[in-house]
Every structure is written in C-alpha cells, then in structure tokens.
C-alpha cells in the first residue's frame, strides 16, 4: 500500500537520482569544455 510515508520516499529517492544524473551530465560538459580548451591551446602553442 502506498502510505504518506512511502510516497515521501520515493519522492526522495527520485530526486537523488536526479541529482546524480544532473551532477553527471555537469562534469561531462565540464570535462568537454576543459578537452576543447586544451585542444585550442595546442594548436595555437604549435602555430
């Protein structure tokens, strides 16, 4: 049965999980942005 209690939880739970996948996403573009500058600074270094 679903109870007050339940429903809380999964809420919860739902939310933490969504937080994970928006810090996940977060790092990956981060990670992009840092590899791109990388990329940019080397060619400009080997110029």
């Known amino acids: ?3 007050e209690s339940n ?3 999964v809420k919860r739970r ?3 999980e969504l ?3 928006v810090l996940e996403v977060t790092i ?3 990670s992009l942005f840092i590899k791109e500058l ?3 600074d080397l ?3 080997g110029c």
Do not use: N
């Open 1 to 3: 049965m679903l109870t």
């Open 14 to 16: 739902c939310q933490f």
């Open 43 to 45: 060619l400009y270094l």
């Open 7 to 9: 429903i809380e939880a």
């Open 19 to 21: 937080g994970i996948d």
């Open 38 to 40: 990388l990329v940019i």
């Open 28 to 30: 990956a573009i981060i």
